[in-house]
């Protein structure tokens, strides 16, 4: 067998052996491979089903940024989402004014409270979403249901995706996220590493087990999460006896989630 032979299979073995074993030093346990797996969040007769996932958060039953404090907290503690100081953080939900948050509404005689009120923000799940096209490893992809998702594994932090999303959904780990982590660290979720982009999953997983997310949760009634193609469903019936607004909706991308002002 000659040299380059022998270079050949070593570096095949290598990285038959990384591939198989990347998924751990990305930090993840078995269960949670299969929920971030395409097409593999079930978990039998215990999953949450829909047709098109959405969520409505009912503003106005927010009083300040501080209300809006726990539903992070739930969040980022069921992410392991890192603290990172000098404002690098990571953002899965945050918040924002409401000229950030809606710049397409022009009314310029809106009630003061809208005006001065904060917003929460997170990815938007959108019907067409501009950050899957635009993947190169189909590391970000769109499940059957709605949701957005992300293959940590596949990520090359490329950050084509960060550049596609028109609502600054996404962050990338330029330092390593496990450095920042509160403890203790949610198990049943993986940790990610420097050098991928990362954002909300609409809970996926939890979903997976028959659960709300995590800030629906928190929320107490406050956001609203369901199946937009049932008529029946509780958000649907929230979006018929409410006026509600989205985020950018000329760019016609659709966003999954509907404020109510």
Same mark, same amino acid.
């Given at each position: 067998m000659n040299t380059n032979r022998r270079k050949f299979l070593k570096v095949a073995g290598l990285s038959?052996?990384?591939?198989?074993? %990347?998924? +751990? %030093?990305? %930090? /993840?346990?078995?269960?949670?491979?299969?929920?971030? +797996?395409? &097409?593999?969040? %079930?978990h039998g007769d215990k999953t949450a089903h829909a047709k098109r996932w959405a969520m409505v958060i009912d503003t106005r039953q927010f009083r300040s940024a501080e209300d809006y404090k726990p539903l992070i907290r739930a969040c980022h503690? +069921?992410?392991? $989402?890192? !603290?990172?100081? !000098?404002n690098k953080n990571?953002?899965? =939900?945050?918040?924002?004014?409401? *000229?950030?948050?809606?710049?397409?509404? =022009?009314? *310029?005689?809106?009630?003061?409270?809208?005006?001065?009120?904060?917003?929460?923000?997170?990815?938007?799940?959108?019907?067409?979403?501009?950050?899957?096209? $635009?993947?190169?490893?189909? +590391?970000?992809?769109? /499940?059957?249901? &709605?949701?957005?998702? =992300?293959d940590y594994h596949r990520c090359i932090g490329c950050r084509f995706c960060m550049a596609g999303c028109p609502y600054g959904a996404r962050s990338f780990n330029f330092y390593d996220p496990r450095l920042y982590l509160p403890k203790p660290t949610n198990? @049943?979720?993986?940790? @990610? /590493?420097? &050098? $991928?982009? *990362?954002? #909300?999953?609409? #809970?996926a997983e939890r979903l997976a087990q028959g659960l709300m997310p995590a800030c629906v949760e928190a929320s107490k009634g406050k956001i609203l999460f369901g199946d937009l193609e049932d008529p029946e469903s509780s958000v649907r019936k929230a979006l018929a006896e409410n006026y509600s607004i989205r985020r950018k909706p000329n760019l016609g991308t659709q966003p999954g989630v509907y404020y109510l002002i």
């Open positions: 038959a052996f990384a591939l198989s074993s %990347g998924l +751990a %030093g990305l %930090g /993840m346990t078995t269960e949670a491979c299969a929920q971030l +797996a395409p &097409g593999k969040y %079930g503690e +069921a992410h392991n $989402v890192p !603290d990172i100081p !000098d990571i953002k899965w =939900m945050w918040l924002d004014s409401f *000229e950030h948050v809606f710049p397409d509404d =022009m009314n *310029e005689h809106m009630s003061q409270r809208i005006k001065d009120s904060v917003y929460p923000l997170l990815c938007n799940h959108c019907t067409n979403p501009p950050c899957v096209r $635009v993947c190169p490893t189909q +590391a970000t992809y769109k /499940m059957a249901d &709605g949701i957005v998702a =992300m198990p @049943r979720f993986p940790t @990610r /590493m420097i &050098g $991928v982009v *990362e954002k #909300c999953t609409f #809970c």
